[in-house]
């Protein structure tokens, strides 16, 4: 792909005859152009990360994180210093079985990366933290919690939610409110914990009508956040609310992964809503809406790798970009995201628009693919082996999976796979085996005795695919 050096001020010139304001005026991302940057400091940067789903292990070291590490979170946090945020969002399930220890243990890892709420320079980072069904539901992981304390007088001093206030307020040094307001360098944020009565979230946002007054007068966003998917009446009032002003939501819980175009904006009744992926310990594939995609069911192979991802957002005042990032091995997830405020008719960002603004993921010049036998052993049975290189040569669209063909000597099809790509879910540059996807077809699927050719395609998570590559082999059972 020829990249192309875009201007902000071009770019930006060919939005305005074609975008509406409201809620982001039809809300949908889209990928920036290749080669563009936005000029000069953002208004307004902050983290955004969630289920990061610490948890208490009574076992020989009797301390929270002993095989659950805070390894990500602490890379998460570290990672958001590094980009001098102004703020960061937790989407909820901090402590994953509702206990006061692994809530400290979150405490003890932000404090000691922003100690006292305090950048490196000095300015404060807010915390924009909602809660999740893990925080508030600890008493309801009965097993773990009566085993670990059988009197209840002490169990219940282990559980968040028999004092959610007390518990917050102590832990994290802020006010515990059901639905909290507040404003960061101009820009308000509204957030609602776990399961707070519709009635509550509508007298905060109404009591703080100046605010939203003021995100209108100065054309500016403003941000909600919950642990779930707003409900539809949950949306309906936010966008009674933000009539004349953007909107954008951030909620967690499913655990879906970002290198997923097609899961991270989830435009319902006119509001925004963008899915936070998991930060646990235990990494998440989160690997979903398979059908968008390929021509047959995807595949797991093992390299596909396992997440912990979240974002990084920069607000402009005329548009926010949205950065994908992975927090094991570091990386991006790929192109950047994009929403644009601006006056106008309907947004243009389609997916089928996307997908011309993405492109096609393409092999390497020169790429070969190799295909060899491997012999039975143990519950194995033999096989052919497909090493697909990565497809890396337009990471603007970057490859998510693989399309497989084999075909006989009268050029028909004889078996199709489709399988996800090598460290699809892990940053770009960190997927094992330097991106080689290796699957193994099992000889007794294959015609024996012809010379079979293996056809492989590249395929973004929106489903455009690039050039294919093959190989012939004779097989023989």
Request: net charge positive; proline share 6%; glycine share 10%.
């Amino acid at each position: 792909m020829v990249t192309m050096q875009v201007s902000r001020h071009d770019f930006l010139k060919g939005l305005s005859s074609v975008f509406a304001l409201g809620a982001f005026g039809g809300g949908r991302l889209f990928a920036v152009p290749p080669g563009w940057t936005p000029p000069g400091k953002p208004n307004l940067v902050f983290g955004v990360i969630s289920d990061t789903h610490l948890r208490t292990v009574h076992g020989p070291s009797g301390r929270p994180g002993h095989n659950w590490p805070d390894k990500y979170f602490a890379a998460a946090l570290t990672y958001f210093r590094t980009q001098n945020v102004d703020a960061v969002v937790h989407c909820g399930d901090f402590a994953h079985r509702g206990q006061v220890e692994e809530m400290q243990f979150h405490a003890k890892v932000w404090n000691k990366i922003f100690p006292k709420n305090l950048a490196p320079d000095g300015h404060e980072v807010v915390k924009l933290f909602v809660t999740g069904n893990h925080d508030t539901e600890g008493a309801a992981y009965g097993d773990f919690v009566k085993k670990n304390y059988p009197d209840p007088v002490v169990r219940a001093r282990h559980v968040l939610q028999t004092d959610m206030a007390a518990n917050w307020e102590r832990i994290w040094g802020e006010k515990y409110e059901p639905v909290w307001h507040k404003e960061v360098k101009g820009y308000h944020f509204f957030g609602c914990n776990h399961k707070v009565p519709l009635e509550t979230l509508v007298s905060c946002l109404r009591s703080n009508a100046p605010a939203l007054e003021e995100s209108k007068a100065h054309r500016r966003p403003f941000f909600y956040m919950q642990h779930s998917r707003p409900l539809w009446n949950v949306r309906k009032e936010l966008r009674h609310l933000s009539r004349g002003c953007s909107l954008l939501s951030f909620f967690g819980h499913n655990h879906w992964s970002a290198s997923n175009w097609n899961v991270i904006s989830l435009y319902r009744g006119n509001v925004p809503c963008i899915q936070v992926p998991s930060c646990e310990p235990r990494g998440c594939d989160g690997l979903v809406a398979d059908a968008w995609i390929a021509k047959g069911k995807l595949e797991r192979l093992p390299q596909t790798g396992k997440g912990r991802q979240g974002y990084v957002v920069r607000v402009y005042d005329d548009m926010l970009v949205i950065a994908r990032r992975e927090f094991g091995e570091g990386g991006s997830l790929g192109a950047d995201w994009a929403m644009p405020f601006g006056k106008g008719g309907e947004h243009p960002f389609s997916k089928e628009e996307l997908k011309k603004a993405i492109g096609e993921p393409q092999f390497r010049q020169g790429a070969e693919l190799a295909v060899k036998d491997v012999a039975a052993k143990g519950d194995s049975p033999a096989a052919v082996e497909l090493a697909i290189p990565l497809a890396d040569a337009n990471p603007e669209s970057r490859v998510y999976a693989y399309d497989v063909v084999v075909a006989g000597k009268e050029k028909k099809e004889k078996l199709f796979k489709s399988v996800y790509a090598a460290g699809c879910n892990l940053g770009m540059g960190h997927e094992p085996d330097g991106g080689v996807t290796r699957l193994a077809i099992p000889v007794s699927q294959l015609p024996a005795g012809e010379t079979l050719t293996f056809a492989v395609r590249p395929l973004s998570s929106l489903g455009t695919f690039g050039k294919a590559i093959a190989a012939a082999k004779a097989v023989n059972r």
